[in-house]
């Protein structure tokens, strides 16, 4: 696992352009491509997509930044993703991002929560939420599969 914490790297350019806010089991998205990838990925397996729209300049993205790194390495059945508002504007505008931090939560490439602001419990809550919807479908999944070979073991007798 990889450290969850904010850093800052100097490569000469003394504008907080550079922060990082990935670690841990997030994964800092860079390009469209990549969020389709991933979030086609979570829907493959069933997961619920956790993903933070912030920004390098944006003190609650900043100070939520590591909090939300702890919560990925608590809930590794969740895919949690980051995306630099300023890196990219077109994905950020598609999802109508007017404040960050923006997080949303995707099944199925579908929204089904939202929560705009740093509020650590409210964060907290809706990602245990999110763990319980995919318990839920991993179970639901499982159960429809022992179902379905019952009846075909019960066929073949």
């Known amino acids: 696992m990889g450290h969850c914490f904010t850093k800052y790297q100097n490569d000469g350019d003394d504008s907080n352009h550079n922060v990082e806010f990935a670690g841990g089991n997030v994964h800092l998205i860079t390009a469209k491509e990549q969020w389709e ?16 729209f912030s920004a390098s300049w944006c003190g609650p993205c900043r100070m939520i930044a590591p909090f939300y790194c702890e919560l990925s390495e608590k809930h590794p ?17 598609s999802w109508d991002i007017k404040a960050t931090p923006t997080f949303f939560f995707l099944k199925d490439g579908q ?3 939202k929560l705009v602001g740093a509020n650590k419990p409210e964060l907290q809550k809706k990602v245990k939420q999110g763990f319980k919807r995919a318990f839920a479908a991993l179970w639901s999944g499982k159960l429809h599969y022992q179902i379905k070979q019952k009846n075909v073991n019960s066929r073949n007798m």
Do not use: C, P, W, Y
Request: no cysteine; charged share 30%; proline share 0%.
């Open 77 to 93: 059945s969740l895919m949690f993703l980051t995306v630099d508002v300023d890196e990219l504007t077109e994905l950020s505008s």
């Open 111 to 113: 929204q089904v929560d």
């Open 37 to 52: 990838e991933k979030t086609s990925e979570a829907s493959r397996n069933g997961k619920i997509v956790v993903a933070n």
